[in-house]
């Protein structure tokens, strides 16, 4: 089922999510990526055990002011260090499941938000 009826003006938009694909504005990913409203990148990482310090950092060099963390098909949570980090820098932090990401980053998106969203899509 399509996430929206009436497409931002941003570049790039999550259109749906399923476990092991996602389909954007602008094609589909089946592989751990990064997303601004304006920029999509690679995010290395391919399992949840591996969002660590570094995968983290990739988030924080993008200067988000709020950063979203779609862990797949369901919420866990990261260490408490690493979203201390995000918030020592002053960035909202906020993990949940891919599908509740996928929304909130269309709505904050859609508002002209400084957002940035990372997706784990682990392979089954």
Known sequence: ???LRDFPSTRWWVRWVEAERIELSEGLRETSF???PNELRDWPPASFAAIDAEACAALIALGPEIA???TGERQRLLAPA???EFLRRGIGIE????RACARTFNLLAGEGRKVL???LIERR
């Not at 993990?95 to 891919?98: A, L």
């Open 82 to 84: 690493l979203l201390a």
């Open 68 to 70: 979203l963390i779609g």
């Open 34 to 36: 990064l997303l601004t």
């Open 117 to 119: 969203a990372a997706f």
């Open 95 to 98: 993990v949940m499941d891919n």
């Open 1 to 3: 089922m399509p996430l």
